[in-house]
């Protein structure tokens, strides 16, 4: 068997609800070479494959029978034009590791997206966003590697066809390449966006008035840990629903029953809702069931107490659905990957 692999593997600390399974396969990739070499392997032409890099954004309800790679390439590139800069990061940097490294060297741009989990890898996958900005703005490219022939390919942004928590690579290309690095185009001209949710009214508190990204950064940290628990200290995959959009005439009657739903404007005739506020408003919030529940201080977050299954997790968030769509008439879309 290939050295890299190992077999029989707990994957408890390779995903942040901290689910207790096993992938029957496990390799750890370091570099391109580590890459190019597990690409030789049986296992990787004949077993089930996933692709993970901080394990932030999926939910296992049982064992996995196949090979899971764990991204682990690390390093930070810079390069500089008069106003941009491009920084290129390799797919095991954490994101917040990224978004600090960029905030002290003044390259603006991500600072909105602080203390997302994750690693960089995933960040184009899913197109993360928070507080106003996504992945797709500052996004320039991507090295990825075909799994099937070992050439490499660089995605530009055309070809990633984002969407909201979308893209290429959720799609028809998903298991067909791994992504090894991202390129992201950033100012050293900051345009910050302060309008989205508390970033001005804790601005303001603080008595900021002109704030730097470094502010920004900051207050987005403090407001994501005021309302998110940390994965380090109870299990959780972050928003673990999708914040749904419909379209103007289906808000209508939402908006006659619930004046005061939270929403946003989509673009195009569409409305954002706030998924938390949904759920919340169904009486979710802070609760308990079983080993797991809500998060006491925003709804949108299911938790493991402790204990909890991955098919226990599951369960519950289909009875927030199902419950959120009686009341309100609108179907909730799990944001966490299932498996």
Known sequence: MNPLIKENQSLKSSNTFAIDVNARYFAEINSIADLHELLNSTQIRTEALLIVGGGSNILFTKDFDGLVVKMNIHGIEVKESRDDVFVNAGAGVKWHDLVLFCVKHDFAGIENLSLIPGTV??????????????LKDVFYSCEAIDIATGDIRTFFYEDCRFGYRESVFK???KGKYVITSVCYRLSKVPNLNIQYGAIAAELKARGILEPTITDISTVVSAIRVSKLPDPSTIGNAGSFFKNPVIDE??????????????HYPAGQGLVKLAAGWLI???????????HTGTWKNQA?????????????????????IETVQAKFGIRLEREVNIL
């Open 121 to 134: 890898g995933a960040s184009p996958i899913q197109n993360i966003g928070a507080y106003g900005v996504e």
């Open 171 to 173: 799609n028809e290309y």
């Open 249 to 262: 005439a289906s808000f209508v009657p939402v908006l006659d029953a619930f004046p005061d739903v939270v």
């Open 280 to 290: 919340e408003a169904c009486g979710f919030k802070g609760m308990v069931s079983g």
């Open 300 to 320: 949108l977050v299911l938790v493991n107490h402790g204990g909890a299954t991955g098919a226990e997790v599951y369960n519950f968030s289909e009875t927030i």
